[in-house]
């Protein structure tokens, strides 16, 4: 595609329940980034992946967080047992690879409205 | 803790005036980048500054790199209502983590 995309763009779930938020890169784009932006509380970096890999995956805030990418391409980002401070836009961005600086530029979604009632 | 500061939180300007927004640490940064985000999107990458007192232009906008590498800034001349946005910088911390600043929120008013 021509650009990033993430589905769904409006999720609303209920206090407790799981969701799987979906991200498809650019291709050809070997690095991709998850991150959650809420209120107040600014741009938080979350994970990212090179290839399959996540190096890093201190950034996640709990264990309830998980992501996976598969076949260097789609990856997706799942929370189980979601609270209502889960609720936030989650924004997924990916460039051509990732430096030790993440200086290739990231191009990101239109994100994923997430609130949990 | 690495942290990104940036001021103002919110500005409010008539079109044609200038301005200037700041991205301040006390940390150095091997290199901040400035993105400017619009409502229902996700950021878009404006310019990345590695050297320090680095200065570069993109047409009315104008930014700076501090010269010890822990601050830059943003200047817009005669801004336009098409400047309107969040305007956020990053860096890239120790342990390769991403560190964003809040951003300011530009309003440019006709």
């Known amino acids: 595609g021509a650009g990033v995309s993430q589905s769904p763009s409006n999720k609303v779930t209920e206090k407790g329940k799981d969701v799987e938020l979906r991200c498809d890169p650019i291709s050809g784009h070997t690095a991709l980034y998850w991150y959650r932006q809420s209120l107040g509380q600014g741009l938080e970096f979350l994970i990212y992946f090179q290839g399959n890999s996540a190096p890093d995956k201190s950034g996640l805030p709990s264990d309830r967080f998980s992501a996976e990418r598969t076949g260097g391409s789609v990856s997706t980002l799942t929370i189980q047992r979601t609270q209502q401070e889960d609720s936030a836009v989650y924004l997924c961005?990916?460039?051509?690879?990732?430096?030790?600086?993440?200086?290739?530029?990231?191009?990101f979604g239109p994100g994923t409205r997430l609130t949990v009632t | 803790t690495q942290l990104l500061e940036q001021s103002p939180q919110f500005l409010s300007i008539q079109e044609g005036e200038n301005l200037t927004v700041y991205c301040n640490s006390s940390s150095v940064f091997s290199s901040l980048q400035w993105y400017r985000q619009e409502p229902g999107e996700g950021p878009v990458l404006l310019v990345t500054?590695?050297?320090g007192g680095e200065v570069k232009k993109l047409k009315r906008l104008t930014f700076q790199f501090g010269d010890a590498r822990k601050d830059s800034s943003l200047h817009i001349t005669a801004a336009q209502p098409g400047d309107t946005g969040l305007y956020l910088c990053?860096?890239?911390?120790?342990?390769?983590?991403?560190?964003w600043g809040l951003g300011t929120s530009l309003a440019v008013n006709p």
């Open positions: 990053r860096g890239a911390g120790n342990n390769r983590k991403l560190i």
């Open positions: 961005a990916s460039s051509l690879q990732a430096d030790r600086d993440f200086s290739y530029e990231q191009y």
């Open positions: 500054v590695v050297t």
